[in-house]
């Protein structure tokens, strides 16, 4: 009997080591869970920290994205607009040196005869020796067109003077008050005049009363 209550008491004292065994693993593993509890929400922490800097980020990324995207859309416009007033600058510019070419052409051609003929007065012995010019004189009338023309710059063989006329009435006004009668007539635009009327009525308009032969 004493013998198996010896047995009895050693088992319970091994059970009793059992158990305080199974407790301090309990408490170990609790500690140890509360230490990867701890670690893991500070790791967390920090990861939420870093998405949020990361999120914010990428928005401003964005929003930067979004600035240059409307400023370069904008700096292509001007460009094309740029671009659109550089092609109808050089259209004006070439249609004003085509202006000018045919001017000087048209000089040209009408300085030829009257040339030939100051030299048959020369040679008749009627050239004047007062000091007077003998170059050939011409009225260029134009409109607000030729103001940027120079007519010093047209011909050196004739002499000519530039006046503005924006009508036909205008036009016959100024040759026939022109101080000297000129020995060429140059008209350059009378606007809606010329378009709205007959060529050959507009110039005979001008040619009436005129002291000008056309």
Request: net charge negative; with cysteine; charged share 30%.
């Amino acid at each position: 009997m004493e013998k198996q209550f010896n047995k009895l008491e050693h088992r319970i004292v091994e059970l009793e080591n059992q158990v305080h065994n199974l407790s301090m693993d309990k408490h170990k593993a609790a500690t140890d869970y509360a230490e990867l509890d701890s670690k893991f929400r500070i790791e967390n922490n920090k990861f939420e920290i870093a998405k949020t800097r990361m999120d914010q980020k990428m928005e401003d990324i964005n929003h930067i994205n979004d600035d240059l995207k409307v400023k370069l859309n904008t700096k292509c416009s001007e460009m094309m607009k740029i671009s659109e007033e550089n092609k109808l600058l050089k259209e004006k510019t070439d249609s004003q040196f085509n202006e000018i070419l045919s001017l000087k052409s048209q000089l040209s051609s009408m300085y030829l005869p009257t040339q030939q003929q100051n030299e048959q007065h020369f040679a008749n012995g009627s050239f004047n020796n007062e000091g007077k010019s003998n170059k050939p004189t011409a009225l260029f009338i134009g409109t607000s067109n030729t103001d940027r023309i120079n007519e010093n710059k047209l011909s050196t063989a004739v002499d000519i003077t530039k006046t503005t006329a924006y009508t036909l009435d205008e036009a016959y006004e100024v040759i026939s008050t022109a101080q000297c009668s000129p020995d060429v007539v140059i008209i350059h635009s009378l606007t809606n005049d010329v378009k709205n009327n007959n060529p050959n009525e507009c110039m005979d308009k001008l040619q009436m009363g005129s002291r000008i032969n056309f």
